[in-house]
């Protein structure tokens, strides 16, 4: 019986099946693109709802170890399953597609019940490269095809503080506010809302310390200009950063000399330093000290380059 999964968990998984068929990855550059030096791939380990699977790749076979199994399944099955996913991906419009003809008995074989991996780190796999005794090296997948993750997990911690310093508002204003019906969009709204009602939302505080401090570890002033962007984010309907960064950098909001602005590139530079703290794993409710893991790497999968990027995380 077919089943149906989200784009993003199909493509994790098209990944973790392409390595295995493949065999190897092609390096990344720094400018993200495929570089023409190759690493082999010797073991691929993989966490299930039920344990550790260790997936070593052989000459014609993949053996699975898992704490209570041991087979081996041809390394073609693999790359022949990885191109069901993969066509099936792209050929529908939709965020949820079903599992091709055969693709569920064949994970039910190879002992793969977990679409996404759940682990701690956030990564989805970790790789041993050359051989299998070879440090293991974490790492998270990306695809064009489906939704991204999140920059931060969403949850109290991560809650940003705003204020309303314009008009003062009556009992029949704020339980107008109020009463906005709940939406996807419900933040947005009411944000709308109270400043066509005169209000000036402006930032108050880091609803959680931990996650306060650390923000303040790529700037002291760096809560203020995030909150900004999140601001201008909802009232104008601006998502992707590097705009939000050039509205910013106009507006000024830490009232920095043109100097430090336009030849230091200030806030371009906070903002990289913000997403390369989240690289590395900072997490809102979690201290973060900058050495829990460092970036490795891009690497590109063999036979999709238009489509997916793995990132490779150190594992301490």
């Not at 965020?95 to 190879?110: H, I, M, R, T």
């Not at 997490?283 to 970036?295: L, N």
Request: charged share 30%; hydrophobic share 40%.
């Amino acid at each position: 019986m077919a089943f149906e999964a989200t784009k993003r968990e199909w493509c994790e998984l098209y990944t973790f099946l392409r390595l295995l068929a493949e065999g190897k990855v092609a390096l990344g550059t720094a400018q993200g693109k495929k570089d023409d030096v190759y690493w082999p791939i010797a073991m691929i380990q993989r966490e299930e709802h039920d344990g550790t699977r260790r997936y070593y790749i052989e000459n014609e076979s993949i053996r699975i170890v898992g704490e209570t199994m041991e087979q081996t399944i041809s390394r073609e099955d693999f790359g022949v399953v990885a191109g069901l996913i993969l066509q099936a991906v792209k050929s529908s419009s939709e965020n949820d597609v079903s599992s091709p003809d055969g693709v569920e008995e064949f994970l039910n074989e190879a002992g793969i019940y977990d679409l996404e991996a759940k682990t701690e780190d956030r990564t989805d796999f970790s790789v041993a490269f050359w051989h299998s005794e070879a440090p293991l090296r974490g790492f998270c997948v990306r695809s064009r095809l489906g939704t991204m993750n999140p920059l931060l997990d969403g949850g109290r911690a991560a809650n940003l503080k705003l204020e309303q310093s314009g008009a003062k508002f009556a009992t029949p204003a704020v339980s107008k506010i109020n009463a906005l019906p709940e939406s996807p969009n419900e933040v947005s709204e009411r944000m709308m809302l109270i400043e066509r009602l005169g209000g000036v939302l402006k930032y108050s505080d880091v609803a959680d310390r931990v996650f306060r401090c650390n923000l303040s570890m790529i700037d002291l002033h760096f809560p203020r200009m995030l909150t900004e962007m999140v601001r201008i984010m909802h009232l104008d309907g601006i998502s992707r950063i590097s705009e939000l960064t050039e509205i910013i950098k106009q507006m000024n909001p830490l009232k920095l000399k043109d100097e430090l602005i336009n030849k230091h590139s200030f806030y371009e530079f906070k903002m990289k330093e913000f997403l390369m703290a989240l690289a590395l794993g900072m997490r809102p409710a979690k201290i973060y000290t900058g050495e829990d893991s460092a970036v490795e790497g891009s690497y590109w999968l063999m036979g999709a380059e238009r489509c997916f990027a793995i990132t490779s995380r150190k594992r301490r």
